[in-house]
């Protein structure tokens, strides 16, 4: 097995967006990086290859990118969480909150079966606003959230422990100090 890489020198991190005194951290470059994205995916997955996983929920949008790779290595289906007004089938909503208000997500009605084993994932998690409303409507689903993993985590925000307060174990790969 060759080295591992320290993934946060592939993420780009862009001071001032999409506003002043945000650090924006971009996966793109590490999802370009061909040995950052298997690295990345390979560590993911690595807790969950034996616990029958029946599905991938992913965050739109990069969410999906990161959630399609997760559901082909565990041989899970994947589920898209997306905002409002974009699936085209019956769908449950979910209002969640934003740095400044709320919004709304949702997911197709039928995507998941009561007692089906799902895992969450995004890019980051911050607040864990989004990953909070995302958990409550697999939930109201009736499907059993077994773990949320994220490749970002900003520990100073609280997210994780916003998620851990609902019982939900959280994963993630790097961390970065400040918002
Ligand atoms: P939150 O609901 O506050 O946990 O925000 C998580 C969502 O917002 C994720 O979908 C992230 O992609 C995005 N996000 C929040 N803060 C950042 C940041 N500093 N850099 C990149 N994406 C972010």
């Given at each position: 097995?060759?080295?591992?890489i320290?993934?946060?020198?592939?993420?780009r991190?862009?001071?001032?967006?999409p506003?002043?005194g945000?650090?924006?951290?971009?996966i793109?470059?590490?999802l370009?990086?061909?040995?950052?994205?298997?690295?990345?995916?390979d560590?993911l997955?690595?807790?969950?290859?034996?616990?029958?996983?029946?599905k991938v929920a992913g965050?739109?949008?990069r969410?999906?990118?990161?959630?399609?790779a997760?559901?082909h290595q565990?041989?899970?289906g994947?589920v898209?969480?997306?905002?409002?007004?974009?699936?085209?089938?019956?769908t449950?909503r979910m209002?969640y909150?934003?740095?400044?208000?709320?919004?709304e997500?949702?997911?197709h009605?039928?995507?998941?079966k009561?007692?089906?084993k799902?895992?969450?994932t995004?890019?980051?998690?911050?607040?864990?606003?989004?990953?909070?409303?995302?958990?409550k409507?697999i939930r109201?689903?009736?499907a059993?959230?077994?773990?949320a993993?994220f490749?970002?985590?900003l520990p100073?925000?609280?997210g994780?422990?916003k998620l851990?307060?609902?019982?939900?174990?959280v994963r993630?790969?790097?961390?970065?100090?400040?918002h």
């Amino acid at each position: 097995m060759s080295a591992s890489i320290d993934l946060t020198t592939a993420i780009r991190s862009i001071p001032d967006y999409p506003k002043p005194g945000i650090i924006f951290r971009d996966i793109t470059t590490l999802l370009g990086n061909a040995v950052a994205f298997r690295q990345a995916v390979d560590e993911l997955v690595a807790p969950y290859k034996a616990l029958g996983i029946d599905k991938v929920a992913g965050i739109e949008a990069r969410g999906f990118i990161l959630g399609g790779a997760l559901a082909h290595q565990l041989g899970a289906g994947f589920v898209p969480i997306r905002k409002k007004g974009k699936l085209p089938h019956q769908t449950v909503r979910m209002a969640y909150s934003l740095e400044y208000g709320t919004d709304e997500m949702e997911i197709h009605v039928d995507a998941l079966k009561p007692g089906e084993k799902v895992i969450l994932t995004d890019d980051l998690i911050a607040t864990g606003g989004t990953a909070e409303g995302a958990v409550k409507l697999i939930r109201q689903l009736g499907a059993e959230i077994v773990s949320a993993c994220f490749v970002i985590d900003l520990p100073e925000i609280g997210g994780r422990k916003k998620l851990e307060a609902l019982g939900v174990e959280v994963r993630t790969l790097v961390e970065f100090a400040g918002h």
